[in-house]
């Protein structure tokens, strides 16, 4: 059984990685961590000690999790949706774990087109994590 996570150092990515680990403790399951690249394409940028702090951080806590995790980057050119998508066909994925953030009430009405796709698109259960997800 597998769960994939798409990952980035920000506040939503970190949300869905906490409960991505969350949900493979629950199920037994592997964990697969589909990393982006944080850019100003993906949102608020952050500057780089900040970002290495976070992914310094959460590797920290996937070892601590326990949990089977593999790794797997994105090319810098590559569409986020079609990698999780293709991952989440190969690996017969059980849930697929997102993060979101808030949007303005104009932002609400258009989504951000990653995370419609993979609504729409992917083949299994996706859970949607708000940027403010803590583990209790």
């Known amino acids: 059984m597998n769960i994939v996570v798409g990952y980035l150092p920000t506040p939503a990515g ?3 990685l906490r409960a991505a680990i969350d949900e493979a403790k629950l199920r037994a399951a592997d964990l697969m961590v589909v990393q982006g690249h944080h850019t100003k394409r993906w949102g608020r940028h952050t500057g780089p000690e900040e970002t290495e702090t976070a992914v ?5 806590a996937l070892d601590a999790s326990g949990v089977a995790y593999e790794l797997i980057p994105m090319a810098d050119d590559a569409d986020p949706a079609d990698v999780i998508l293709d991952v989440t066909d190969r690996t017969h994925t059980t849930l697929l774990v997102i993060g979101t953030r808030r949007r303005t009430p104009v932002g609400k009405l258009i989504m951000a087109p990653t995370t419609q796709r993979l609504l ?5 259960p996706v859970l949607c994590v708000k940027a403010e997800y803590t583990q209790d």
């Open 14 to 16: 970190r949300a869905a």
């Open 120 to 124: 729409l698109e992917a083949g299994c």
């Open 56 to 60: 310094r951080e959460d590797r920290a």
